[in-house]
C-alpha cells in the first residue's frame, strides 16, 4: 500500500540543482536505505520530503487518509546532536515528551497521560532506565536511542533518519540498526535511513536507494549488489567490498 509518492522531484539552490528528476514511491512497512556520496543530495532529498525545503519541480505526495487521529505522518532523527541540547537542564522523560507538542491544538502542556506514552516508548526502545536521566549525561548510543523515542513516541506512520550512527562505533551502531529492523518488522513503521554506510544498512534494509544527485539506483540490496549499473558505478573490485552477499 503506497505511502509516499516522490514524482520527478528537482530542487535548487538557486541555479545548483542539489537533487535532480528523483522518482521512486514509499509503501508502507518499507525500510528503505538511502545512500550516495558526500554532496549527492541525501539530506536535502529528506528536508524536501519533509516539507523544510521547497521543491523547484515535480511533486512529493503523502497518503493522508494513513494519518492517524492521534498521531502524526512522520517522525524524524536528524542528522547531528544538538549542541545546546546536551546542555539542556531536562531529563530524557522531558526530551521524548516534546516529540508530543506538535500534535497539540491551542495550550501546549505535557499531560500524566503524555508521560505515559513516554512509558511506553521508552520501555519498547529498552531504555526505562534513563528516565529521570539528564540528557547531558548520556553517551552517543544512548542519545540516539533519546531521539529516535521523541521521534516515535508520537505513533507515526513513517519514520527519517539522517546518518544517526555517525558519531557511533560499530557495536552500538549494529544494535540501532537492529532495533530498527525490529521496529519495522514488528511494529510495522516505514522507515527511511540515510547512511553512508551501505554495506551494514544493507544487512538490516529492505530496499535500496542509491543517489548521486539524480537516483541511480532504486530496489533490494540483492538487486542493487547484482546491478550492472552498480557495478559499473562502482567498479568491480569495490562493488564486491560493498556488497557482503556480492556473488562472485
Aim: charged share 25%; net charge neutral; hydrophobic share 35%.
Amino acid at each position: 500500500m503506497k505511502l509516499l509518492e516522490i514524482k520527478d522531484v528537482t530542487v535548487k539552490y538557486g541555479k545548483f540543482e542539489a537533487v535532480k528528476d528523483v522518482t521512486f514511491t514509499v509503501e508502507q512497512g518499507d525500510y528503505i536505505g538511502i545512500s550516495g556520496p558526500n554532496g549527492s543530495g541525501k539530506t536535502t532529498l529528506i528536508k524536501a520530503i519533509l516539507g523544510i525545503l521547497p521543491v523547484s519541480e515535480g511533486h512529493i505526495l503523502f497518503e493522508k487518509e494513513k494519518e492517524k487521529e492521534n498521531g502524526s505522518l512522520i517522525g524524524y532523527v536528524p542528522q547531528k546532536n544538538s549542541v545546546s541540547e546536551n546542555y539542556f537542564p531536562a531529563t530524557v522523560k522531558e526530551i521524548i515528551s516534546t516529540g508530543l507538542l506538535a500534535s497539540k491544538k491551542g495550550i501546549k502542556i505535557i499531560s500524566k497521560s503524555d508521560y505515559v506514552k513516554v512509558d511506553s516508548i521508552l520501555e519498547k526502545l529498552h531504555i526505562m532506565e534513563l528516565r529521570e536521566k539528564n540528557i547531558g549525561s548520556l553517551s552517543g548510543g544512548q542519545y540516539q536511542r533519546v531521539l529516535l523515542a521523541r521521534a516515535l513516541v508520537n505513533e507515526p506512520r513513517l519514520i527519517i533518519l539522517d546518518e544517526p550512527t555517525s558519531a557511533l562505533d560499530p557495536l552500538i551502531r549494529d544494535e540501532l540498526y537492529s532495533l530498527l529492523a525490529e521496529l519495522n518488522s514488528g511494529s510495522g513503521i516505514t522507515i527511511l535511513l540515510v547512511s553512508h554506510d551501505i554495506g551494514s544498512i544493507g544487512k538490516y534494509t529492505k530496499k535500496m536507494l542509491y543517489l548521486d544527485t539524480s537516483l541511480v539506483f532504486f530496489g533490494s540490496y540483492n538487486d542493487f549488489c547484482g546491478s550492472e549499473t552498480m557495478t559499473e558505478y562502482f567498479g568491480y573490485e569495490a562493488q564486491h567490498r560493498i556488497c557482503w552477499r556480492h556473488n562472485q
